[in-house]
């Protein structure tokens, strides 16, 4: 069984950085996009970042291009996603995906298991 446990939330003051990671288990990581969304109060879930099986290629949402950055470590089944220049509208739990298959999109009908999340908070 698929297991997805995202760690590293917290609280941090606008400009701040902070870096959440997702621990994988129950298939071979190596084989599958990896991708992180995320859900504000009220609000619908939205694609963050994605990173292909051996990282050589990643796609942005366009809100977080240039300060967010997606990458894995396959020899430890895991994948991080350092945040730098947060601002407050980046509040939001922040959600681990893991893809059906190698293809690196940013729908979430293209991910088939999804982690409880880790909430993010950007205050002053």
């Known amino acids: 069984q698929v297991q997805l446990v995202e760690s590293g939330g917290g609280l941090v003051t606008p400009g701040g950085s902070l870096r959440v990671s997702c621990a994988a288990s129950g298939r071979t990581f190596s084989d599958y996009t990896m991708g992180w969304f995320r859900q504000a109060p009220g609000k619908e879930r939205e694609f963050v970042a994605a990173?292909?099986?051996?990282?050589?290629?990643?796609l942005y949402a366009d809100s977080v291009k240039g300060r967010f950055t997606i990458s894995r470590d396959n020899a430890k089944n895991t994948v991080y996603l350092q945040m730098n220049s947060l601002k407050p509208e980046d509040t939001a739990i922040y959600i681990c995906a893991q893809g059906r298959n190698r293809a690196v999109d940013r729908g979430p009908y293209n991910y088939d298991y999804w982690g409880q999340g880790t909430q993010v908070t950007v205050s002053s």
């Open positions: 990173i292909s099986v051996r990282g050589l290629y990643t």
